[in-house]
């Protein structure tokens, strides 16, 4: 069973020129060598060029940080139970279709972490859209009613579990 954790707060800016330090910082741990062992990709943006890529989008549309508590990414978790054995090639292929079916106007950096007893992906992605460069919005239910159902649609795809499946709670009461 895979869920898809949203972390809280999203990546803000830092001041003056640390403006995107923590979003450099993120892309580093999302793709770190050490936990991914090469099991990275990126959406939307060349290999090793997300944060370039990243900071040239918000230039672009002038929605570059000025403060702390502006917003410059986001973080999604996408984790399975140490039960399934998810190899790390599957929930490569269902993060990259995760970020082109829920991301497909967003730079994204992703890495599938195997450094713990459950295989889980970090996703690290731009807070503004490239296309029309718009912020990216995350509305109350989005979780239950957007998010987590294409997750388990890609993951049934796959012949892996779903949320519901394995816990017997509707999206909505989970």
Sequence with gaps: ??????IDPPIHGGGGKGAYAHLKRAISYAQDPDKT???????????????E???HTKKHYGKEP???RDRVGYHFVISWSPEE???PEVALEVTKEFCEKCLPQYEVAYGVHLDQEHVH???VFNSVNFETGKMFRYEKN????VY???LDEICKKHGLHTLETDTGIPLGEY
Aim: glycine fraction near 4%.
């Design 121 to 123: 992906s970090h996703l």
């Design 37 to 51: 062992k090469g099991y990275i990709g990126n959406a939307n943006c060349a290999e090793n060029h997300a944060l």
């Design 1 to 6: 069973m895979a869920i898809l954790k949203m």
């Design 53 to 55: 890529e990243m900071i």
């Design 85 to 87: 054995n998810v190899p």
């Design 66 to 68: 000025h403060n702390r």
């Design 148 to 150: 987590q159902p294409i």
């Design 142 to 145: 989005d979780w239950e009613l």
